[in-house]
Each structure stands twice: as C-alpha cells, then as structure tokens.
C-alpha cells in the first residue's frame, strides 16, 4: 500500500471510530443547519479534526481542503498534494440512526487524484484505490459490473432536496430513468455511491451539483475498477463541475445519452 494511502486509512478509521463512538446518541447532538437540507454536528466537526491532525502529523506541508472549514494553513496552489475530506458523507443519515454513511478521503497530487479512501464504520468497510494499482474493498479486488444494458441495470442517484432550480433540470432525468432501467436507488451518501458504482453493486449512479469532498475519493474508485465517470455531457472535469455520471464501461455512454434525452 501506497504510504499516503497507509496515512489516510489511520485517519479514515480514527474519524469512522469516533463516529461510532457517537452513534448512539445522535437525539442529543448539537445539529446546525448550513443551507436547505445540509446539516453539520459536533460529530461532523470532531470526525474532520481526527483527520487533520493525523495529517498534520505526518504531512504538514500538505494542502487540506475539508467540508467544514477545518483545512488550511497550506494554499493548495503552493502544495503538491491537497487532501479533499468529507470526514461524514451521509449527515442525514447518520442522523437518522440509518447506518449509510461514510468518512471520505481523496489525495490530489497538482490536480489529479492519486489516491481514495472510504470508510463505512458500521459494516466495517474499507474501500481504498491509488492510480494504477486498482481499488479494493477489505483488500480484495474490485471490479465494476458486466451488465450490458440499462434495462437490466441498477442505477443509483442522489436527489436535488429543496432546489426548485435543480430540480427541473434533475427531474427528466429521473423520469427517462424510470423508464428505462431495473431499478434506482438513493441511499444518502454520494461517496459510497460511486463505491458500490467499484463494488458492481451499482450498475451506474449520477447527481448534480456536488462537492468536491463527495466524490474525489469515489471517482478514483470507479475508475480503477475499469468504470468511466464524467460530468454531464461526457467530459472529464467531473470535480470541476460537481455534475457525475458513473458507470461500467459498456453502459456508461448509454447512461449520458439517457439522462440527457428528452424523452425515454
Ligand atoms: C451529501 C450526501 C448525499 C448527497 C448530497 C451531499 P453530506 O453529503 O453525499 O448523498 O445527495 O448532495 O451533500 O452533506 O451528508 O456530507
Ligand atoms: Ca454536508
Ligand atoms: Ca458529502
Ligand atoms: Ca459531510
């Protein structure tokens, strides 16, 4: 393993474990509000300081770029590697008691991801990808679907709540989708979404309008279990524009075309 990819495995555990520890008293969390429908706690904020410090330990000259604001003293123009954290994807669900949720960690090197880390602390799972080498879930291989069309496929999605504005461009998606696959799911987090994208659980997933922190990690993944993942009109610049779709190779030309035709 990667010694960067070692480094960001102690800090995804440390925060997944401190999670944990919190998970059976999220009735008594102090919860804010940062905008319609996202929500940060203590647990949030205390999950990102694990990892910052863990960071800072080993690599003080690296960038930090963290969901809430806990990042950097580093610039990222003056830093070869940044890390991109969502120390809890799945607030609502952690929220909820509903166990779909997971510490993101994702390592760019001068604008290019090398290396992913997810972790899902209540099933224990570790998910972990470096550029080249592959990705691994529990150190075993990963590898996307064989499914070779969308009438058999399993697409995840993650859903614009409260956003009138994205709302209207999502919902013929959703609906041409509906009309044309086995099935959709939308289970909360977007990085274990493009993990189950790498796992071949997920046939496909997209989602407008997300962060950096949701999907630098899950990117990498899906790519080095031989997925294709672009933004809407098939271009690479997925971080750039927070626009994803994933999918396995056969399937992910057909998944663009379908989302962005009219009619199913
Ligand atoms: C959210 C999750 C969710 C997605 C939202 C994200 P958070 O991240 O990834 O699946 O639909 O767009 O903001 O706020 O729980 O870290
Ligand atoms: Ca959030
Ligand atoms: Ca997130
Ligand atoms: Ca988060």
Redesign the pocket.
């Known amino acids: 393993m990667h010694p960067l990819v070692n480094i960001a495995v102690t800090a995804a555990r440390a925060a997944g474990n401190f999670i944990l520890r919190h998970s059976e008293r999220v009735e008594s969390l102090n919860v804010q509000t940062k905008g319609a429908s ?1 929500f940060v706690s203590e647990v949030d904020r205390g999950a990102e300081a694990e990892i910052i410090r863990t960071i800072r330990r080993y690599y003080p000259d690296h960038a930090i770029l963290a ?1 809430e604001g806990g990042g950097s003293e580093v610039h990222p123009d003056d830093a070869e590697y940044t890390w991109i954290i ?1 120390p ?5 669900n952690f929220l909820h008691r509903v166990p779909q949720y997971c510490v993101s960690i994702g390592i760019v090197r001068r604008g290019v991801v090398e290396h992913g880390v997810i972790y899902a602390p209540e099933p224990g799972d570790l998910y972990t990808a470096s550029k080249g080498s592959g990705a691994q879930l529990n150190n075993r291989r990963l590898r996307c679907s064989r499914t070779k069309t969308l009438e058999e496929a399993l697409i995840g999605t ?1 859903m614009p709540i409260r956003n009138p504005e994205r709302r209207e461009i999502y919902m013929p998606m959703l609906g041409n989708v509906l009309d044309s696959t086995a099935g959709i799911r939308r289970p ?4 274990l979404d493009l993990a189950y994208v790498a796992t071949g659980r997920f046939d496909g997933f997209w ?1 407008l309008g ?2 950096p922190w ?1 999907i630098a990690a899950g990117i990498l993944m899906v790519r080095e279990a031989g997925g294709v993942v672009s933004e809407l009109y098939g271009r690479d610049d997925v971080l750039a524009t927070g626009n994803v779709v994933a999918a396995n190779i056969k399937l992910h030309d057909p998944l663009v075309s379908l989302l962005r035709s009219d009619a199913a």
């Open positions: 996202d969901e969502d809890l994807d799945g607030t609502t993650g909360g987090s977007a990085a989602e997300l962060k949701d």
